[in-house]
């Protein structure tokens, strides 16, 4: 129980000294705050401002079968993760950032200062600038009158590290061309401000630096729809780009499979062009041979036998394309050369085997184009990247051999069975059979014709009809408040940085600082007795401050000591009480010359030695002689009635130190001291020695022998906790009476002054 109580007292302590060491330094605190404060309103005023737009995509998905259940969580999977993240790796792309630029201006930047702030005037400069040379330099423009403007360079280093300036008044709409550079300012509109600055960034660089600002989101893990956000200091621009990115990903998108369908086309067309010429000669070729042969028909055999050949011949025809189309592929796959544009238009059945595989090829070669704006060749995703862009280029390549070997067996078929059915044709009469082969070219012709006018439409429609599997959902809109700076908050974590640094430096200050402050900082090193507590005094050598102010706070506290002196006193002869510090400036004298004034006032006679006879100050506070005193008397030269002195303050008198000796120490040991001191016992009833400080020399130590009672004098935040030691040496000696008197202490700290109870608000402070 009772060591559960003394940890409570403990932590109690502990909080309360907490509380004080807030308190004690609370006017550094309230300065970290303020300035902290000052310096986060400052910077949150004058950060500029970010606003973010988000425009919202769909990605689309490849139309496939779908089974069952496992199936449309397969396509589920798909769709919100690989397909998802490969496009939004695209949206962030430097390819589709350019893209995107050439909507919307980043290149110009126009600046006027407004309530101490820079701000940036996106299609609101009332000028334009065009400029061949000199991008990235900051130009000042101060508008002189309506035709005139001052162009202003402060000084910049060149390429050459050579410094150079400029500063000309210039005509509106003239081209300026110096070494440095080349521009042409043109007004749009009166100017509103003074002055302004523009930079005009170099169109090939600002593709990196807009990129920056580009992130993609996707809505949630499976989902298709992406969030495309762009954020700028511009709130119009931010609106603006956010949008023309979004429109150029559909555009790309489009444009990607057009692209193959644009090349089936010429191709389809070359082959057009080439058969419209033989199907032009076979018909010429025909209609002769009927006119000089006068053979208008032909038999039922060369009939059939003319009809199979044609089929054999247009299905070879059709064949041998597709192997041209093979061919074509196959070189272009060998050579590795554009292989994210590879069109497999005209491959029909083929096609189909071939587009799963183009597809991952193309995504792959995609991602690494990606990955490579960011990493090395070396880097772990780019090696994985190369490694599946290899393993499905071996695939392709080996997929199209196959291919090839299949067309190739089934074009020897046909040539095989077109040679079968020649013989046949060569059994029948020379002019039936010429007439045949003529009739037989016109048909093959005509059916290739017709073939490529199918596929070419075919292909048209394709490509007229090509839409993108994406689209926009949310168009951008304009923010109307920036994502950041968070002012308030900014301002708010000043403050409490302030805060927390100013109570920092204060338990800093107070866990270095060794003085003593209070009256427990005392207590808990000795358990020498406390007397008193004096309250800060006003610095005044020629006044004793209890009789000026006898009902202030600080003549209450010397009555406090009275009485605790009393208590003290060992019977009714006169009392001998000797006052010491470890140090000068603790306040010795002056609790000396206060306490004989306040035991005066009680009708006690009273006498004060100074004793401290190498840096005498007694004398000086009553504004006495100091010719003679103790040193005169102790040295034999004067007697005891010749040094006492009267003062303006009934029952006190002062014996003063007297001339400084040689040998101060000595005459307080000699046997004529202890005599003085019985002498002055049988005249006064309060006797108070002055003596040296005890830290300096041993004079102090000899005196408190002869006394009744001993004071140490501890100064509040000038007195070292170190000094408590002397204290604690001299309690264990034959002392009689040793007490602590701690002076000049702050009267908020205990609220009261001097700890007895009393409010200070009740006595009659002292203003002089």
């Known amino acids: ?158 390429e050459n590290e050579n410094i150079w300036s400029y500063d000309e008044v210039l005509p509106y709409s003239e081209e300026i061309v110096t070494e440095h550079f080349h521009l042409n300012v043109v007004k749009t509109k009166e100017p509103d401000d003074e002055a302004y600055r523009f930079v005009i960034i170099d169109p090939e660089t600002i593709g990196s630096f807009v990129r920056s600002g580009v992130s993609v989101s996707q809505k ?142 193309q995504a792959a070669i995609i991602e690494k184009k990606i990955l490579r704006a960011e990493y090395t060749e070396m880097a772990s995703s780019v090696i994985k990247v190369n490694k599946t862009i290899a393993q499905l280029k071996t695939v392709l390549i080996s997929t199209i051999k196959n291919l090839r070997k299949s067309i190739k067996e089934r074009k020897a078929l046909l040539e095989h069975s077109i040679s079968e059915q020649q013989k046949l044709l060569n059994t029948l009469p020379a002019d039936e059979r010429m007439y045949g082969q003529l009739q037989r070219k016109f048909v093959v012709n005509e059916k290739i014709y017709s073939y490529l006018l199918e596929k070419r439409s075919e292909t048209a429609i394709i490509k007229a009809s090509t839409v993108s599997k994406n ?112 140090i000068g400036g603790e306040g010795k004298t002056t609790t000396c010359i ?17 004793l401290d006879m190498r840096k005498p100050t007694l004398h000086q506070k009553f504004g006495l002689q100091n010719t003679k005193g103790m040193s005169t008397l102790l040295s034999g030269h004067t007697a005891l009635g010749e040094v006492i002195q009267n003062t303006e303050y009934e029952n006190l008198d002062i014996i003063t130190s007297g001339p400084v000796p040689p040998n101060p120490s000595e005459l307080i040991q000699s046997p004529l001291m202890e005599k003085v001191l019985e002498k002055l016992r049988e005249v006064y009833d309060v006797i108070i020695l002055d003596t040296p400080p005890i830290g300096l020399v041993t004079d102090a130590r000899t005196l408190m022998h002869f006394a009744d009672t001993s004071m140490y004098v501890l100064r509040a935040d000038y007195s070292k906790k170190g000094f408590l030691k002397s204290v604690e040496k001299l309690s264990k000696e034959e002392i009689n009476g040793l007490g602590i008197l701690l002076n000049d202490v702050k009267t908020a700290r205990n609220g009261y002054g001097y700890g007895y109870g009393y409010g200070y608000g009740y006595y009659e402070e002292d203003s002089k």
């Open 220 to 361: 949630s893990k499976y989902s298709s729809m992406l969030e495309i956000s762009y954020a700028d200091n511009v709130a119009l621009r931010a609106q603006e780009f956010a949008n023309a990115l979004a429109e150029a990903y559909i555009q790309q998108n489009i444009e990607k499979k057009t692209e193959e369908a644009t090349r089936a086309l010429t191709f389809v067309d070359e082959q057009l062009k080439f058969i419209t010429e033989n199907l032009k000669s076979s018909a010429i070729k025909l209609e002769e041979f009927k006119k000089t042969s006068n053979t208008v028909s032909l038999s039922a055999k060369a009939e059939n036998i003319i009809r199979q050949m044609s089929e054999y011949e247009t299905k070879l025809a059709e064949i041998t394309i597709e192997q041209g189309l093979l061919d074509t592929l196959y070189k272009q796959v060998q050579s590795g050369e554009n292989l994210e544009s590879i069109a497999i238009a005209g491959l029909d059945k083929e096609g189909s085997s071939l587009s799963g595989i183009i597809k991952e090829l």
């Open 1 to 158: 129980m009772n060591t559960d109580n003394m940890h409570i007292d403990e932590d109690e302590i502990d909080i309360k000294e907490i509380f004080r060491t807030v308190y004690r330094y609370r006017a550094m605190i309230l300065l970290f705050v303020v300035l902290f404060a000052f310096v986060s309103s400052y910077y949150a005023y004058f950060k500029p401002n970010v606003y973010q737009a988000s425009a919202t995509v769909e990605v689309g998905l490849d139309q496939r079968s779908y089974g069952g259940t496992q199936d449309v969580l397969a396509m589920a999977m798909n769709s919100g993760t690989m397909n998802a993240d490969t496009e939004m790796d695209i949206i962030q792309s430097r390819f589709l950032t350019e893209k995107a630029l050439k909507y919307v201006d980043f290149a110009h930047r126009y600046y006027t200062t407004r309530r101490f702030r820079e701000i940036e005037l996106y299609k609101a400069s009332p000028f334009q600038v065009g400029m061949l040379k000199g991008y990235g330099i900051s130009f000042d423009l101060i508008p002189v009158d309506d035709k005139h403007y001052r162009l202003v360079v402060e000084e910049v280093e060149d």
């Open 594 to 610: 206060n306490l004989g004034g306040i035991m005066s006032m009680a009708d006690k006679k009273t006498v004060i030695l100074n």
């Open 471 to 582: 689209r926009i959902i949310d168009k951008a809109l304009y923010p109307e408040s920036p994502i950041k700076p968070k002012r308030k908050l900014i301002v708010l974590v000043g403050l409490i940085m302030g805060l927390i640094l100013g109570i920092a430096v204060a338990f800093l200050r107070e866990f270095f600082d060794d003085r003593i402050k209070e009256e427990e900082d005392v207590t808990k090193v000795t358990e020498v007795p406390i007397l008193g507590l004096i309250p800060h005094i006003k610095e005044d050598n020629e006044k004793v401050r209890v009789f000026l102010s006898p009902k202030s706070a600080l003549a209450e506290s010397f009555r406090n000591i009275r009485t605790n002196l009393q208590f003290m006193a060992r019977d009714k002869n006169a009392h001998v009480i000797a006052i010491t510090s470890t």
